[in-house]
């Protein structure tokens, strides 16, 4: 039967016939999940069954399909004439697919995941690729990169996705960390070229995931770049503090092509100081702009994502009747951002780097972004230009690879040049380094905050 052209997608909200598939539902006694699989594969049926009346004669103007010795040049017209005629066709294919995907799932139980939620088993092997041809050697040896990307949709079952995505990324040994919530998904995975091909492959097949080859921001590295998989459901795809349901990302500022930023930008620049109607805003963490930043940004003193709407509201006058420019490092971050800064109704216009200062990078490489680009794993930074633009903390020296403050209860990053790290400047702050010299080697508790950090404002007042 011939695939049609138009995605599979567009017929998901058709109506199912309950009293047509409850004795197949019920013959098989299938649970919650499997007959979610079940009305999938009516849909994929009935949308494959349209397909192949579409007349491949016609080739100007808008489509025709040809049916019964009748012509339809409707979608709503076919969709019904093939609902009210060949419904019992429709059912043996649906049968006949699902047939097939409940023999699969009998044949791989070890892609079978308890939803932790609920406490029911969930099916998750119809939506894991077939990798049987190829070795675990294959998969886990050659050369790798790190995977970046969100997605937000309505996420019914996030549980469910939370169990897919676990089976998914042991299968393909992957490391990194994957957030689901009822709001979408993100993701940062890192493995072999092989095995995030076959990531990103099976994350686009998904139905409810309508992505991208671009949406997949990619790094050099692998899964040594992060010491284990962690994938969990949470409130947030991105942790700012402030319920989805009451700020959505639905409320986002406009998206910016990476070449649209550059213009913005270079527009900015070239007024230099005469520019008072402009923000360039990073909506970063400080020791992430600290390393690498766009020229002229603004760049919040804060340490946490979540403490981004308070600084919104403590500094609401640098922005009023502003132009505000935004970006992050994967642009998730300026999704949210953007949407409680625009539900301040104060800025005049806001705007967001479509795909982050990732994708700006991959198009300017030697563009108005200067530094060292931080990110959240083993490898701390990448680069794509020389320019160090951050000191050692001892010595003033240009320095910008961070190491973890050497100190056992301190999780600080520290920007230590060799050569103060051979004199024994190892820690985030002398206060600290002092601390580490006298506890035992024994201790292992962590924290986030030392004294140097907590005579730090939370809250910075920028105005």
């Not at 996420?155 to 998914?168: D, F, G, N, R, T």
């Not at 020791?287 to 403590?314: H, M, W």
Request: glycine fraction near 6%; aromatic fraction near 10%.
């Amino acid at each position: 039967m011939a695939a049609d052209d138009t995605p599979c997608s567009e017929f998901i909200n058709w109506e199912v016939d309950s009293s047509i598939c409850n004795g197949f539902k019920q013959e098989k006694q299938l649970s919650a999940p499997q007959r979610r699989y079940y009305s999938f594969c009516r849909r994929k049926s009935f949308a494959a069954f349209v397909a192949s009346k579409k007349d491949g004669s016609h080739e100007e103007g808008s489509p025709l399909w040809c049916c019964c010795g009748q012509t339809f040049i409707e979608h709503a017209a076919i969709h019904k004439h093939v609902a009210r005629v060949h419904n019992a066709e429709i059912q043996q294919l649906a049968q006949d697919e699902y047939e097939h995907l409940f023999s699969q799932l009998e044949e791989e139980p070890e892609a079978t995941q308890v939803n932790e939620h609920s406490g029911e088993t969930v099916d998750v092997s119809v939506w894991i690729p077939d990798i049987s041809h190829i070795s675990e050697e294959q998969l886990k040896n050659g050369p790798g990169r790190v995977l970046l990307y969100y997605h937000y949709c309505c996420v019914e079952e996030p549980h469910v996705i939370c169990a897919w995505q676990k089976a998914l990324c042991e299968k393909l040994h992957l490391t990194g960390k994957v957030r689901v919530a009822t709001e979408g998904i993100n993701g940062t995975v890192g493995g072999t070229n092989l095995a995030t091909d076959i990531y990103i492959e099976a994350m686009r097949s998904h139905p409810l995931f309508e992505m991208d080859e671009e949406d997949f921001k990619t790094s050099d590295g692998g899964a040594e770049c992060f010491t284990e998989l962690k994938v969990g459901v949470y409130k947030e795809i991105v942790p700012m503090g402030v319920d989805p349901d009451l700020i959505s990302y639905e409320l986002a500022g406009v998206h910016l092509e990476p070449d649209e930023f550059h213009k913005e930008v270079e527009a900015l620049l070239t007024k230099g100081d005469s520019c008072n109607d402009t923000v360039l805003l990073d909506c970063r963490n400080y020791y992430e702009s600290k390393i690498g930043q766009f020229t002229q940004c603004l760049a919040p003193n804060i340490r946490k994502f979540s403490y981004f709407p308070d600084y919104v509201d403590q500094n609401l006058e640098l922005f009023r009747d502003k132009k505000v420019l935004m970006y992050c490092t994967g642009g998730i971050r300026c999704e949210r951002g953007s949407a409680y800064l625009r539900s301040k109704d104060v800025c005049k216009e806001v705007y967001q780097l479509k795909g982050g200062i990732h994708k700006y990078l991959e198009r300017f490489p030697e563009g108005f972004y200067r530094g060292k680009l931080f990110v959240f794993d083993e490898r701390y930074a990448i680069s794509s230009n020389s320019d160090i633009i951050s000191d050692c903390r001892y010595c003033g020296h240009p320095w910008d690879q961070y190491k973890l403050c050497s100190t056992q209860y301190c999780c600080q990053l520290v920007l230590s040049c060799p050569s103060c790290r051979q004199d024994g400047h190892t820690a985030c702050c002398p206060t600290c380094q002092t601390k580490g010299q006298a506890q035992s080697e024994e201790t292992s508790h962590h924290k986030e905050e030392c004294e140097c950090t907590d005579v730090r404002p939370r809250i910075p007042q920028d105005v």
